[in-house]
Each structure stands twice: as C-alpha cells, then as structure tokens.
C-alpha cells in the first residue's frame, strides 16, 4: 500500500523538559487521523514513528519527543527551527479508542503519554465520556515531569478524571507516589476487572505491567498496548 505523505510546517517548538519537547506542526488540509494514532516523520530515507499528542478535533498536529543521546532522528530534531517544513506520513495504526462510555484505565511512561493524553482529551472533551477514566504516569525524576497543570486543569474541569504520577527516582522533597508504574498499579486494578487498560511507552514496562495485568485475570482482549 502507497504511504500518503504530507508537507508540514513547524509552529512551535518548546522544551518539556530537559530531553522531551512539543512540536506543533500546521495540519495539512484534510489530515484526519484517530486518538491515538502515529504518524512517521520522513527526512530523505530517515523514517521515524510518533504518536499525535494532540486531539483530532485541534487545529494543529502536535508531537512530543524525546531526544535520545547519539539517536539519528533525535539529532536531527534538536537542531529543527520554527518555520521549517517536514514531511509527515498519513496517520497508521490501531491504538486508539472508540466512542464508547467504558471506565479505562491508562499507563504511560515518559514520552509514552503521547497517545494516551489524545486519547483521554478525547475522550472527555469530545465524546463527553462520563464513566471513569485514570492515568497512572511514570517518570524517573522530579525534573522530569511534564504536563502536569494540564492534567490538573483536566481533574478540576471533569470529575470523573483523576491521575497520579509516580517517579521511580525521586527526591526527599516528591510527596506523590513512588517506584515504578508496576509497583503503583496493585490497588488500582482491583475491581477493576472490566476496564479497559491502554499502555505505552518502553517495552520493559509494557512487558511488566501486561504480566501484571493478566496474572491478575484480566481478559488480554481488553489490554491494550503500543512501545516505544
Ligand atoms: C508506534 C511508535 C510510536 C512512537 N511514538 C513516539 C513518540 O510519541 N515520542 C517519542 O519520543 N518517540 C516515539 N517513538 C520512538 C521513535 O520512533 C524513535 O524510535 C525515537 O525517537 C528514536 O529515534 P532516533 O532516530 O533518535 O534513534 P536511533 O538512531 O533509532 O537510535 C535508537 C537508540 O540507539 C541509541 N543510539 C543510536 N546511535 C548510537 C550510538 N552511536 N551509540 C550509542 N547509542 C546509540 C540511541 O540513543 C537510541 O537509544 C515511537 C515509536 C513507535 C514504534
């Protein structure tokens, strides 16, 4: 199948932190794509997968990466600059949702939150989903966190969505939870039999948590999962 691909403008560039940054790029017209879905980036031959961060339904196309140290494309996007164009690939694959009002659980780490905040906007935004939705966010360290206002600002606005973040790396001073997501997601899955579970982000913890999530009877037709 021919992959259609599409000329981009970048519009804003901005550091997340110190490794992950946001790229909003114009969208192109007629660009429709899912929650959830990626799309590959094309430099010559160079062609590298990211989840959209933003929601179908925004004017714009956004992306969050994270630069790798000695990663081809990463250096590549270090040195991007606003104005220029790039060439994005039509929308590919099946992590996403559909319009139904099902309680879901969602599990990120790092850059994996991608995905999984277009799906959840989306969700509560768009589809005014009314059931429960949580996210359980992993980061290493307390300088690594990020989106965290907004994710707030989405807890004040719908009730029914609540987060935590936890950090497998923090500091004295962190008075959110600790250890990794695995650790984290005991108490959360009790009851929890019928949700909908959506993971991503490093194949480690996606690996980690699946096995979690089955020993613990959950039916792997509702586990669903994208790596990094
Ligand atoms: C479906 C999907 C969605 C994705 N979505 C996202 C997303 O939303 N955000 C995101 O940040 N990433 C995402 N990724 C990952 C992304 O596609 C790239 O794999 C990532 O950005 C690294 O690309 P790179 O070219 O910089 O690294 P590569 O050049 O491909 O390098 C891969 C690894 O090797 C290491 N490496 C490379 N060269 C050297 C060297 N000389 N010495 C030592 N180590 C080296 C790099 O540090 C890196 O860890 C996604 C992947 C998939 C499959």
Known sequence: MKILSYQSKIIKKEYLNSDIFHLKLIKPNGYTFLPGQFLQTIFVDLKRSYSIFSKPSDETIDLCIKLLSGGVASEMFKNIEIGEEITISQPMGHFTILEDDIERTYIATGSGLAPIISMIRTSLEDYEHKSKIYLLFGLRYIENIFYQKELEALVNKYPNFSFDITLSRP????????????????????????????????????????????DNKIDTKNIKFEIF
Do not use: H, Q
């Open 171 to 214: 500091t004295t001073s962190w008075i959110g939870k600790n250890g990794r997501v695995s650790v984290n997601l005991a108490e959360k899955i009790i009851d929890k039999k019928n949700n909908l579970f959506y993971l991503c982000g490093s194949p480690e913890m996606v690996k980690d948590v699946r096995k979690i999530l089955i």
